[in-house]
């Protein structure tokens, strides 16, 4: 009995990784069928069939897809519902009770926990209603899935018998390369090969990304002291991930070589009703045998927890107050090693919480500056790809990953060349298309490509729902700066009519940008335009990432925009611009001697 329900388990994994596998492979539709065909076989399945329409929904930004995958988020949490007390089960019939009575301590805990998940889906799509009774609802479910996360925590770490790899505030093996999760992890990690240098000097050897669908990828050339991303060392654990930057070697026998498992029967199926055919259904896939329980159980745990402790960690001081309140707490260096231990896990979520330390180490860390350096959460990220390369050689978020990477070492045209390629594999997932397109549009721009940069804006303000007013705005800027002021004052009257109701802060400054041109365009137009294009890449924090021989000409840009007739304004948005500018250049004496004219003016 024991045999079949371990078998059982493990076909479960491997369909759930296999629609895993096609999602982040840009076959959602595909991954859609599977799921739905198999939902009632077990709660990871019937999970990631509402967390694809789920997905969808989020895409399409459309009502009925959003209600739709509302109500199977619902539907899941009424087929993990385990009847807790006697109400809950006077309600089921017979033939449920039996079959929540035969569930061991460990199932009703992971079909908590997938309720959990589906709460704090749910609490996104209320938040992405934008009003006030989508806040409050949103909220609620959110502090609702919170307590069940951490009463749900609670009870796991009580019932499993192995001890706890990581507690929240103390110090773990599973990320000691991690530090306190705001700092840098120092010099050490991945660089780029063959003298490939930080200031966007990139060579030749990073390879020919034109080509390069295959698994080798782009970041072929990036190293890990010495260890080439593609190839991934042995035996990849917590533990041995941590210490990997002290013990990397170049022997093949250290090489991580993805293992074919060996296809089930049809004879060891227990799903008989699931069409079992050799072209459909058999696929390769990691999971070869089941973990222990106790490690499956807090691989399912760790993920919506960790993701929410990380969440709630990066709130600003203010709201967090509140949150605090609420009942919220965050912490930070729990969930980035909650996140780390399900990766590692064999987890259908485990593609998902590489995802979210991705977005972690190369979106949210130099955006939002939590370290001293701007590509300080390179190395992790890197890691991060390395070892999703074999399994995901052709999925597009991962190229969009790669990108971001490069971009971050300040290797733009090999990031652009990653960027297109996403884009292409991600035909089917028109959102990841438009994310693509956005860097592309911004990889132009950064290496001073005005003209090549306006096509990527413009369609991202006539395909997208997200941000159009933002988009308008980049297109007008870029636009001017090109030379053609009469298009750009269209533009940004454009920019202005598709400002919401509500407007958020940025649709607030590129709506206040754009009125100065309601009565046309002024005779520095193309100067303003120049001076609010380099405003946006410093707020962005992304003038770091340029060139050296980008930096020099922004600066004789900048020095060009100092010409009769400018206001006080422009006077002081130049200095700033100027100063920040020579400070990633090393010149700190010039910048000081600019900044101080910029306060004597002031």
């Known amino acids: 009995m024991a045999q079949s329900s371990d078998a059982s388990e493990l076909r479960r994994l491997q369909l759930g990784h296999e629609g895993v596998r096609l999602v982040l492979c840009s076959k959602i539709n595909e991954a859609e069928d599977l799921f739905k065909k198999t939902r009632f076989k077990g709660p990871q399945l019937h999970a990631g069939y509402s967390s694809v329409i789920f997905l969808k929904s989020l895409m399409t930004f459309d009502e009925d897809s959003m209600e739709k995958a509302y109500k199977m988020l619902e539907s899941t949490e009424k087929f993990c519902d385990v009847g807790d007390g006697v109400f809950g089960q006077m309600f089921k019939d017979q033939a449920r009770r039996a079959e929540i009575h035969s569930l061991t301590p460990h199932d009703k805990l992971y079909r908590k926990c997938v309720i959990a998940d589906c709460l704090m889906f749910e609490a996104i799509l209320a938040f992405l209603k934008q009003g006030i009774t989508g806040y409050v609802k949103g909220g609620f479910i959110l502090r609702k899935a919170w307590k069940l996360y951490v009463k749900v925590y609670q009870d796991t770490e009580q019932i499993c018998v192995s001890p706890s790899p990581i507690t929240p505030g103390s110090s773990s093996p599973l990320a000691d390369d991690y530090h306190d999760g705001n700092g840098s992890n120092g010099d050490s990690g991945i660089k780029l090969s063959n003298g ?71 004879e060891q199926c227990v799903f008989k009703s699931i069409p079992w055919d050799d072209d459909k259904y058999v696929f390769d896939t990691p999971v070869k045998e089941l973990q222990h329980e106790d490690s499956r159980l807090r691989a399912a745990v760790y993920f919506g927890y960790g993701v929410m402790n990380l969440c709630l960690s990066l709130i600003p001081p203010k709201l967090l107050r509140i949150a605090n309140l609420l009942g919220f707490r965050g912490d930070r260096q729990f969930g980035i090693r909650a996140l780390k231990y399900v990766s590692d896990s064999q987890d259908i979520k485990a593609p998902l919480a590489r995802l979210a330390l991705l977005w972690y180490h190369t979106i949210i860390r130099p955006f939002f500056a939590l370290d001293d350096r701007q590509d300080a959460g390179v190395p992790e990220a890197s890691l991060i790809l390395l070892q999703a390369e074999k399994e995901y050689p052709n999925s597009a978020i991962f190229q969009y990953f790669k990108g971001r990477v490069l971009s971050l070492q300040g290797c733009l045209p090999e990031a652009l060349k990653m960027y297109t390629l ?41 395909e997208t729902r997200w941000s159009a007013c933002y988009y308008a705005f980049l297109a007008a800027i870029v636009t001017g700066v090109s030379g053609d002021v009469i298009k750009s004052r269209e533009l940004f009257l454009q920019s202005a009519k598709l400002v919401k109701r509500k407007p958020n802060n940025l649709e607030k400054f590129c709506a206040r940008r754009a009125s100065w041109y309601k009565r046309g365009p002024t005779a520095l137009m193309k100067e303003e335009t120049l001076l609010m294009t380099f405003e946006v890449i410093y707020l962005w924090r992304a003038l770091p990432n340029c060139s050296k021989e980008s930096k ?27 100063g920040a500018t020579l400070i990633t250049l090393g010149r700190l004496d010039e910048a000081e001697t600019v900044i101080y004219m910029l306060c004597a003016s002031h």
């Open 422 to 462: 996403a884009a292409e594999a991600a035909r089917q997932q028109r959102e990841i298309e438009h994310i693509c397109l956005y860097e592309k549009g911004w990889m132009h721009m950064l290496q001073l490509q005005w003209d090549e940069s306006i096509p990527c804006f413009v369609r991202l303000k006539s």
């Open 552 to 578: 020099e000409r922004i600066l004789e840009l900048l020095k060009s925009t100092d010409v009769a007739g400018v206001t006080a304004f422009h006077v002081g948005l130049r200095c700033l611009l100027l």
């Open 196 to 266: 490939l240098e930080r200031d966007g000097e990139c060579k030749k050897q990073v390879g020919d990304v034109s080509k390069g669908n295959d698994a080798s990828g782009m970041l072929e050339n990036l190293s890990l002291d010495g260890l080439p991303i593609g190839a991934a060392p042995t035996n990849v654990t917590s533990d041995s991930l941590d210490c990997v930057d002290n013990e990397a070697t170049d022997e093949t026998d250290d090489l991580l070589v993805a293992a074919q498992p060996a296809a089930i029967t049809a």
